[in-house]
């Protein structure tokens, strides 16, 4: 009889390609083979006519194409370590900022925070010749990442710039933006939404990018916007504004939220209010009450008596917009005019003290979402000198984009952050609604050179604050100066609104390799080679990596998010830590005993997780936690 064993945490990222198998295996039963895989030739059959066998059809293709789906399916054996020191309230905050390569923390991210992000706000490279490009060699993301950022011996591989004279430029740009959309697609909300920042040079890549990734049903806008007010003197047309460009997860389940894409009304629209009639509900406007003919039913077609004795119906071609039995209930309210003699055609009043806001349109002018300059001098002023960070984009478009949501407890993901902006823009949003909205940066710790005169500035910077010279070291210095900047003008305050309560401070994680050194199963196959894997395999914890680097690496692995609550505890003399209150119990002991196994498993946890040393070969103790935990009602116990 064999001896119960526990599962094995799984220390890879999500599998996508076997979570998509799994998917449609689910759906189509029927196309599985005996091996467990899929039969094409039955899928057709089960899809019938919905199958495209057409050798010629519209679609996006470029080399690299199928190299992307492998970047995507490759599974990360990476982790994020916690960084304390360099945090803001690191145990009470919800907020990340995220050190490594985007495509690395987007795998790592699967798990935890599918299905939970609202919106997703990206500036990427532009790809105007001389933008920075992250690695797209999929077999080497995170060793390359490794040996950039010194973690690893490098071997003289680098990151590189993508040139025109390249003769793959577009293919590249597309290549590095298409394994990483695909990934940002899975952590959406149903009714989530994605923005883009972007100029006229990939503008069209992008639209057919995303119009493949997340569907051409799904585009809601490209917003343009004014980045600059005088134009260049030195260019015959002079491009002064760029592009944010927004899709759905799901655009049905957007428009079930009703709300999104709703803005303060402006000074103009509010100067439309009127109250000609001296109604008592105060300033109003007045809307069509006609609709769409052919979406109308028998009850939107009727005669009406104006005030003035004549008889109306709608205008050919149309009906009126509501039934009868609301427009009876309206002119009771005195919520229709008639027009100041009488003898108008009815239209609907609008109160100001019930619209909660307008519609946004396409075009944001220099007064709505700033523009680069103002960027450049707002940036200034937070960190007392100048250049230190090219090009950032304006607090006030990216807390305008913010604002769309009408969701003040979002989570908000930026995975190519720079600056920071998002951050800035996420808690200043909370500051003025007092929200509870959440920020989720993601930075590459691109190296600044000193000897390169756009460079000279920032690595200057990083120099004086005693910290690296790369640009994720000026992201969290910004953000630490923007929490300082808002604390400070609280405490100015007579009156503090729940300011306790506010989220102010992230917390840090670096991309590194598992605190857990993996089987390899590709040594040879000769005794001393294997001994050596088996004593690995033994003592397989990684030096010089802490009790909670490996505790959040489990939590991570685990599907639990980066900021879940953990409370450390004492059960029959073993420290174990309980995350999201016993919905699963971690004990990192050495020299695990049956008094501890019975007193974890007396809390009643859903899942336990252990440390394969903890048992230290005792294969008795670890069948009996097994047996303990299953009698206890512990749904998984896995070993690491």
């Not at 009714?191 to 990734?213: A, K, Q």
């Not at 049905?252 to 439309?272: I, Y």
């Not at 950032?392 to 952050?417: Q, W």
């Not at 230290?616 to 009698?631: C, E, P, T, Y």
Request: proline content about 5%.
């Amino acid at each position: 009889m064999k001896t119960p064993e526990p599962e094995k945490l799984d220390l890879q990222s999500a599998d996508i390609g076997a979570e998509k198998r799994e998917e449609l295996l689910r759906l189509f039963p029927e196309v599985r083979t005996e091996g467990g895989k899929i039969d094409f030739e039955r899928l057709k059959l089960a899809l019938g006519e919905a199958v495209d066998v057409g050798k010629e059809r519209y679609g996006m293709n470029w080399p690299g194409k199928a190299d992307c789906f492998k970047a995507i399916q490759t599974p990360s054996l990476g982790t994020l370590l916690p960084c304390r020191e360099e945090s803001v309230n690191f145990d009470s905050t919800e907020n990340l900022i995220i050190e490594g390569d985007n495509l690395e923390v987007l795998k790592l991210l699967q798990k935890s925070y599918l299905g939970k992000v609202k919106m997703i706000y990206i500036d990427p490279p532009y790809n105007t010749g001389n933008d920075f490009i992250y690695p797209d060699n999929y077999t080497e993301s995170l060793q390359t990442y490794l040996e950039y950022t010194g973690q690893v011996d490098a071997e003289g591989k680098k990151f590189s710039t993508n040139t025109e004279a390249d003769g793959r430029f577009h293919s590249k740009w597309l290549n590095m933006m298409y394994p990483r959309l695909y990934l940002a697609r899975n952590l959406l909300r149903d009714d989530g939404v994605i923005f883009v920042s972007i100029d006229d040079n990939e503008l069209t890549s992008l639209r057919r990018l995303c119009d493949e990734v997340f569907g051409e049903e799904n585009f809601v806008a490209t917003l343009v916007w004014r980045k600059k007010i005088s134009p260049d003197a030195r260019q015959d047309i002079d491009p002064t504004h760029d592009y944010v460009t927004i899709y759905a997860r799901s655009a049905a389940d957007l428009a079930r939220g009703g709300s999104f894409g709703v803005v303060p009304l402006s000074e103009d629209r509010k100067r439309a209010f009127r109250n000609p009639d001296n109604d008592p509900r105060g300033p109003w406007a007045s809307v069509d009450m006609t609709g769409m003919k052919g979406r109308a039913t028998k009850d939107q077609f009727f005669e009406i008596t104006l005030p003035s004795g004549r008889t109306v119906s709608p205008p050919p071609g149309r009906s009126w917009g509501i039934a009868y039995a609301t427009y009876e209930r309206l002119k009771a309210e005195g919520r229709l005019w008639f027009g100041q003699d009488g003898d108008g055609v009815p239209r609907i009043k609008r109160y100001l003290s019930e619209t909660t806001g307008q519609n946004t349109a396409t075009w944001w002018t220099e007064d709505q979402s700033g523009t680069t300059e103002s960027a450049r001098k707002a940036l200034l002023e937070l960190m007392g000198e100048p250049d230190v960070f090219d090009f950032p984009k304006p607090v006030e478009l990216l807390s305008r984009c913010v604002g769309l949501l009408n969701d003040s407890t979002a989570i908000v993901l930026d995975f190519f952050a720079g600056s920071g902006t998002t951050a800035q823009a996420v808690l200043q949003s909370n500051a003025q609604d007092h929200g509870r909205r959440k920020f989720i940066l993601v930075q590459l710790p691109e190296s600044l050179d000193a000897t390169q005169k756009e460079q000279k500035a920032a690595a200057g910077f990083c120099d004086r604050l005693g910290r690296p010279r790369n640009i994720a070291e000026i992201t969290k210095e910004r953000v630490r100066r923007v929490i300082k900047k808002l604390n400070d003008e609280d405490s100015a305050k007579l009156a503090l609104t729940d300011a306790a309560k506010r989220d102010r401070g992230f917390r840090v994680y670096k991309l590194a390799e598992s605190c857990f050194k993996p089987w390899n199963a590709e040594v040879p196959h000769e005794g001393a080679a294997l001994e050596k894997q088996l004593e690995l395999h033994v003592h397989h914890i990684r030096e010089g990596r802490t009790t909670e680097d490996i505790l959040y690496e489990i939590l991570l692995k685990s599907g639990f998010p980066l900021t879940a609550s953990i409370k450390k505890t004492q059960l029959a003399g073993k420290t174990v830590y309980s995350v999201a209150d016993n919905a699963l119990l971690i004990c990192l002991d050495r020299e695990l005993t049956m008094e501890a196994i019975r007193a974890i498993a007396e809390e009643k946890p859903e899942r336990v997780v252990c440390l394969d040393e903890g048992f230290a070969g005792n294969d008795q103790l670890k069948a009996n936690a097994v047996q303990i935990f299953k009698s206890k009602g512990v749904t998984k116990f896995q070993t690491v």
